[in-house]
């Protein structure tokens, strides 16, 4: 595990019948975090509200990620949907945990869990 930005931004986006499923790989610094927030923005209009984020391979997250997901809740909101977190590592969870996001934004072991 790195504290910097080694692995550029990568988001595996896949939709069942629940809702979408992005996939989070590398890190979410101050250049990618626009890319995460227009990504989750796309999905905001359209008919799953549910949107899981899988956070098993994120290696970093900045606080321009953090905003991101701030951002992308509240319009998700908007539209009666909600994000969910998944399996995030102890890093990521600890950062999630200070900046108070699992407050508000429920983390879940497995994407099968977080799509119930």
Known sequence: MTLSADRPLQLDVRQDERGFIVSVHGS????DAPALQDQLEQLIP?????VVLDLSDLDFIGPDGIDALLTARQALQSHHGEIRLVHPNP????????????EILPIFDTVEQAME
Do not use: G
Request: no cysteine; charged share 25%.
């Open 28 to 31: 979410v610094d101050v250049l």
């Open 46 to 50: 359209l008919p799953s509200p549910l």
């Open 91 to 102: 890093e990521i969870r600890r950062v999630l945990q200070v900046t108070r996001l699992t």
